[in-house]
Structure formats: C-alpha cells, structure tokens
C-alpha cells in the first residue's frame, strides 16, 4: 500500500462578526449594557476573547 501526501490549501471561512458578551470594570465589577462609563472597560466577546477599551 503507498502512502501520499496531500494539503489543503486556501480554506476560507466565514466568522460572524464577534459581539459584545459582557463588560468589566479593570477591578472584576460587570457592568450593564446601558452604563456609560468613561476610563478603561474590558469587553469579553462571543469568539472568546477580550478586548481593552479606553474611553
């Protein structure tokens, strides 16, 4: 039996834009999604990850 090789080559996918799950003050508190709040705000996204905001 010979064994071959193959690739995949040039897959593409098609990821939703990542949204806004929640919102952290820097010291742990959630905040509400209608809260202003102006410094630094931590966002935990639905893919995820979480992303830094200064405002």
Known sequence: ME?????????ETEEAPAKVV???????KTLNAKTVRKGIV???LSNGKARKVVK
């Open 3 to 11: 064994k071959s090789e193959t690739a995949v080559e040039n897959v």
């Open 42 to 44: 931590i966002n935990k």
């Open 22 to 28: 929640a919102s952290y003050t820097v010291d742990g």
